[in-house]
C-alpha cells in the first residue's frame, strides 16, 4: 500500500491536517508513506509554510522517503500531458474572464442549466468552440476539459471504490454515468492561465506518478473524485482506492481553515502539547 499527505504550503497545518496525516501514515502501515508539496498556486506559497510542514511532521512522529515531490518541479509534465490532450481535442482555450461566465449564468439562456459543482459554477460553455483548433496549444488562455468529445472516447458508468465516507455516507463501489458528470462537472479548467496546471490535473498526474494505491484525504475532496477518474480514463492512468475521512471542526462545527491559527498544530506545540495529545484530539 502506497498512501500520501498533499498539502499546500500556504499556511499552518491545522488539526484536521493532523488527522489527514496521520491516518494516511497508519494505513500505509508496512507499505510506504508519501509526502508531497502541492505548491502550484506560486503567489500563495511560502518556503517558511513548507519548512513548518516538515517541521510538524516530523514531530508528530511520521517519516516519508525523501526527496520529496513538489507541484512546481513538474510543470513541464504537467505541460506536455495538456498538449497532449489539446491534440486530441480533449481541452480547449477559454477566452471568458470570471465575470463573462458569471454574466452567463445570471441570465441563462432557455434550456441553459444553471448549477454548481466541486469546482464551482458549471461552465455554460459560452466560448466552446466548434471543433478542435489546429493550432499549437496556446500557453496564455485558460485550458479546460471537452467533457462531451472526452465522453465519446470512453466507457461510462465511470467506477471508482470508497473505503471512507463521502458527506452523504457514499461508500463501496461508486458509479456515475456520462450525464451526471456533464451536469455536476461540466467542462471544467484544468490550466489556468496564470499557472500552466490546476490542482484536478496535477493531482491525477502526480498521484499516478507516485504510484499511490490509496488515497487518503478528508471528505471535502469527495466531489472531486469524479473529476479525477475521468482524468484517469482519459489519460490511461489507474485509479486508486479512495478514502475519504470525516473533517476534523470547530467548537462551533465549522471545518478548520487554515486561517484558523487557533487550531494551528505549531500552537498546541508552543503550549507543551504532545504528539499523543494530538492524537487523542483528532480521535486517533
Ligand atoms: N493539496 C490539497 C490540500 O491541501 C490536498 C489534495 C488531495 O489530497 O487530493 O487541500
Redesign the pocket.
Known amino acids: 500500500m502506497i498512501t500520501?499527505?498533499?498539502?499546500?504550503p500556504t499556511g499552518p497545518l491545522h488539526l484536521g491536517h493532523a488527522y489527514?496525516a496521520l491516518l494516511a501514515h497508519d494505513m500505509a502501515r508496512d507499505g510506504t508513506f508519501l509526502l508531497r508539496i502541492?505548491d502550484i498556486d506560486q503567489t500563495r506559497a511560502r518556503p517558511e509554510w513548507e519548512a513548518q510542514i516538515y517541521d510538524d511532521l516530523r514531530w508528530l512522529g511520521l517519516t516519508w522517503p525523501t526527496p520529496v515531490m513538489r507541484q512546481s518541479d513538474r510543470l513541464a509534465q504537467y505541460h506536455d500531458r495538456l498538449n497532449w490532450m489539446w491534440d486530441n481535442g480533449y481541452v480547449f482555450a477559454c477566452t471568458c474572464s470570471r465575470r463573462d461566465v458569471l454574466a452567463a449564468m445570471a441570465a441563462p439562456q432557455e434550456g441553459m442549466l444553471v448549477l454548481t459543482g466541486p469546482d464551482g459554477l458549471i461552465y455554460p460553455g459560452i466560448c466552446r468552440p466548434a471543433c478542435p483548433q489546429d493550432t499549437p496549444m496556446p500557453t496564455d488562455r485558460a485550458l479546460r476539459l471537452w467533457l462531451e468529445r472526452a465522453l465519446r472516447d470512453l466507457t461510462t458508468p465511470f467506477t471508482f471504490t470508497e473505503t471512507g465516507k463521502g458527506p452523504d455516507g457514499e461508500t463501496g463501489a461508486i458509479s456515475f454515468g456520462a450525464d451526471e458528470a456533464l451536469a455536476s462537472i461540466g467542462d471544467v479548467v484544468l490550466s489556468r492561465r496564470d499557472m500552466g496546471t490546476s490542482?484536478h490535473l496535477s493531482?491525477v498526474l502526480d498521484d499516478a506518478a507516485q504510484g499511490i494505491t490509496h488515497?487518503v484525504?478528508?471528505q471535502d475532496?469527495f466531489a472531486a473524485t469524479k473529476i479525477h477518474v475521468i482524468l484517469q480514463r482519459l489519460l490511461g492512468l489507474p485509479t486508486p482506492i479512495y478514502h475519504h475521512h470525516r473533517l476534523i471542526r470547530d467548537d462551533q462545527g465549522r471545518r478548520l481553515a487554515k486561517r484558523d491559527d487557533a487550531r494551528a498544530l505549531s500552537k498546541y506545540r508552543a503550549e507543551g502539547a504532545s504528539p499523543g495529545d494530538i492524537r487523542q484530539m483528532v480521535g486517533l
Not at 4 to 8: E, K, L, Q, T
Open positions: 500520501r499527505f498533499a498539502p499546500s489527514s502541492e490542482y493531482v488515497i484525504r478528508g475532496l
